[in-house]
C-alpha cells in the first residue's frame, strides 16, 4: 500500500489584470511576471477593462491612460465607485498634470511607458504589500488590532477599514496607510519624507507631489476643509498633522 503524497500548503497566485490596447507591451509584462507567481490577464478595452476590475477579485490592475472607448481616467473612476483594488498607471504622457489627476481619482501609482521591468515589479509589490498585509493572517501586533478613536472617527487597522459618523469611508490602500500613520501620531507633525518613508516600499525616486495629491483626496473624504480643517492640518515646510476635531487644545 503507497503512503499518500505529504500535505503542502497551496502558492498564492496573485492575480493581475492589464488594461492596455498595447498588446506587444501586455505580452512582455506577462512574460515578465508570470514566472514571479503572477497570473496576468489583459483587456484591450476601456468599458471591458473597467467591467473585468470591477466584477472579478484582482491582487492590483495596471492601466493604461491612453485607451479606446473609455479612457484609463474614466475606467479608474468607474472602479472607484465599488473598489479599492490598488491600481497602477500606465502612460506615454510625461505631463505632470495627467499624474496629478490620475493620483486624485484614485491611482495608488504612476509609471511612465518607458519603465524597466525591475521598476515595474517593485512599484507592483509596493502598491499591493497593503492590500496583502492587511488580508493576510498573520498574527497582529497590538499596534496593528487596536481600533484608533478621534473624534467621529474609527479606524481598525487590522481589517484596514474606517468609519466616519458611523458611516465606512471608501479609501484607495495608499490614502487608508496615510490616514493610519497620521492616527497613530495625532497631534504631532509628519513630515513628507516620513510619510513617503511609511506608505512606500521602494529606494528609488517618487513622484513628491502625490502626498499632497493623496492628502487633498483623504480631506474631501474626510470632509474637511484645507483653510478650515476639522482632522488634517498643513504646517508650512514641516508637513501635516491629524487632530481631534472635539478638542481646542492643538
Not at 502558492?11 to 490596447?21: N, P
Not at 501586533?141 to 458611523?166: K, M, Q, W
Not at 500613520?181 to 506608505?199: F, H, K, N, P, Y
Request: glycine share 6%; hydrophobic share 40%.
Amino acid at each position: 500500500m503507497s503512503s499518500a503524497p505529504p500535505v503542502t500548503s497551496p502558492v498564492e497566485v496573485r492575480r493581475l489584470l492589464v488594461i492596455d490596447d498595447d498588446r506587444k507591451l501586455c505580452r512582455l509584462i506577462r512574460d515578465y511576471l508570470e514566472p514571479l507567481g503572477y497570473s496576468v490577464e489583459a483587456v484591450h478595452e476601456g468599458a471591458e477593462g473597467a467591467r473585468r476590475a470591477i466584477e472579478q477579485p484582482w491582487h492590483a490592475v495596471i492601466l493604461d491612460v491612453m485607451l479606446p472607448g473609455l479612457d484609463g481616467f474614466q475606467v479608474l473612476q468607474q472602479i472607484r465607485k465599488t473598489n479599492d483594488v490598488p491600481v497602477l498607471m500606465l502612460t506615454a504622457r510625461g505631463d505632470e498634470a495627467d499624474r496629478i489627476v490620475g493620483l486624485e481619482i484614485g491611482a495608488d501609482d504612476y509609471l511612465p511607458k518607458t519603465f524597466s521591468s525591475r521598476e515595474l515589479l517593485a512599484r507592483l509589490r509596493a502598491v499591493t504589500r497593503r492590500t496583502k498585509s492587511g488580508a493576510s493572517g498573520a498574527k497582529e501586533s497590538s499596534e496593528d488590532s487596536d481600533e484608533l478613536v478621534i473624534g467621529p472617527l474609527r479606524i481598525h487597522p487590522e481589517s484596514r477599514t474606517a468609519v466616519l459618523d458611523d458611516k465606512p469611508m471608501v479609501l484607495t490602500p495608499v490614502e487608508f496607510d496615510l490616514l493610519l500613520s497620521l492616527a497613530r501620531a495625532r497631534g504631532r507633525v509628519r513630515s513628507r519624507e516620513q510619510l513617503l518613508d511609511e506608505i512606500r516600499d521602494r529606494n528609488f525616486d517618487v513622484f513628491d507631489r502625490s502626498i499632497d495629491v493623496h492628502i487633498s483626496a483623504l480631506r474631501r473624504k474626510l470632509g474637511d476643509d484645507a483653510k478650515a480643517p476639522r482632522f488634517i492640518r498643513t504646517l508650512r515646510s514641516a508637513g501635516y498633522m491629524l487632530v481631534d476635531p472635539n478638542r481646542t487644545d492643538f
